[in-house]
């Protein structure tokens, strides 16, 4: 996986194209598949306000498994969260149910969108960013089942700060013994210093946790000043049962590197450490947050891009604690414009999924690595589009791996690519 340099100009230019033609599809309706029949063998209408919308309207679906192996899948469209599963691998899907009857706006595109975990015992949570009046400004939003998925809470708004600026960016999350963790970027405190005329760099990364199965939440508390403001946030659960989060932080000036943050308890949250040293200088967000999976063993497996002029594309590393890393590895192919990546551990397997663009088609990519990320099997194309597409997402049923992705022409797809070790879905 090697790194590769280029001029300035053609840096330039993979940026953009990381940016602007791997972006999410607009919430606009799309063609349906068979990924969008219900259960009855139906097709809804995208365009028909008098049908319940399929899952191919959305634009930025999230999914994730049952321990009885039914798929979850949460979308939006037109104003309103839904949920619907799957119990034959996205072949056929059941009737979504609507979380807010009274409708929202929703962001559903690229790194914002909104996210879903189930407890052990089966209880569905769900959240997602509601935007305000003005730009780049949103409240965290919250909704739960605990039954099966027949029905959802009404809708909180979990940030308890309400001024009209951001709180953003939602990570989800659960534990084996029931906390809900979610966390966000929250500008409430360059709002303040605006107010008073004082410098703030970005955002902040704030979380909140509930311990009554989402009925409530405790008061949200800072982990960090001057986080990067637009940049997916990642929750997962460690060996003690606590979050741990991973975000693109602000060093210096303009210096957007990552920051992990593990907790001592629900309440404490560590301090946060540096985990990438790539040194990109950009006075921007780049829309392009990095991923986190906590393996049986303990071991953080992260995967992240950066654009600095030494140290460009994606990288992966493996993480023990503070003072036990791997050297982070190139991988993909930074002149296709390799980006957005996702990492999944399973005992000493780990994977990795990417997004590239040849300037004619979007290729989905994963690579294997059957020793914990020590060494990588070749990269393979696993899936391609020519009419624009989502980012592809790891998920697992703890049987077999599968990448989630979602385009134009084919809808919602879920691809498998190491069922019971035999690689399927490989091109």
């Known amino acids: 996986m090697p790194g590769q340099s280029t001029s300035s100009k053609m840096k330039i230019f993979n940026l953009i194209i990381s940016l602007l033609f791997l972006t999410a599809l607009p919430d606009v309706g799309i063609a349906a598949h068979g990924g969008a029949k219900v259960k009855d063998g139906s097709l809804s209408k995208c365009t028909n306000v008098n049908q319940i919308p399929a899952l191919d309207c959305a634009s930025a679906p999230s999914s994730v498994f049952s321990t009885t192996g039914r798929l979850w899948v949460v979308w939006s469209y037109a104003g309103h969260v839904y949920v619907n599963y799957s119990d034959d691998k996205a072949e056929t899907f059941s009737k979504p149910v609507t979380l807010n009857t009274i409708p929202e706006k929703i962001s559903a595109h690229g790194e914002n969108r909104p996210k879903i975990v189930l407890s052990k015992k089966g209880d569905i949570y769900v959240s997602w960013t509601t935007p305000l009046e003005k730009r780049f400004t949103g409240n965290v939003r919250f909704s739960f089942s605990n039954d099966m998925g027949k029905s959802f809470s009404t809708p909180v708004t979990v940030n308890d700060n309400l001024d009209i600026t951001g709180h953003r960016f939602d990570a989800l999350s659960v534990g084996k013994n029931g906390n809900i963790y979610l966390a966000w970027l929250d500008k409430r405190d360059r709002f303040k210093a605006e107010k008073e005329a004082k410098d703030y760099h970005g955002a902040a990364v704030y979380y909140t946790w509930s311990d009554n199965g989402g009925k409530s939440f405790h008061a949200n508390k800072k982990i960090i000043d001057h986080s990067c403001e637009c940049c997916r946030v990642i929750i997962d659960m460690d060996d003690n049962d606590l979050p741990v989060i991973l975000w693109r932080n602000i060093y210096g000036k303009n210096t957007r ?153 084919e809808g919602f797809r879920l691809i498998a690519i190491d069922k019971n070790n035999n690689r399927e879905g490989l091109l």
């Open 257 to 409: 590197d990552h920051a992990l943050v593990s907790f001592e308890s629900a309440s404490k949250p560590g301090i946060p450490v540096r985990v990438s040293y790539d040194n990109w200088q950009v006075d921007a967000c780049p829309h392009h947050g990095p991923d986190l999976s906590i393996s049986d063993s303990g071991d953080y497996h992260m995967a992240w891009f950066n654009n600095a002029d030494k140290r460009h594309g994606l990288f992966y590393m493996r993480m023990r604690d503070n003072n036990t890393r791997t050297t982070p590895v190139n991988f993909g192919n930074y002149k296709a414009a390799a980006s957005h990546p996702g990492v999944l551990s399973s005992n000493n397997q780990v994977w990795l999924t990417w997004k590239e663009f040849n300037g004619k088609e979007e290729t989905v990519w994963t690579q294997h690595s059957t020793n914990n990320g020590e060494t990588w099997d070749k990269a393979k194309v696993v899936a391609k589009s020519t009419q624009g597409s989502d980012y592809p997402f790891l998920i697992t049923d703890n049987k077999s791996i599968y990448i989630q992705w979602k385009t134009t022409q």
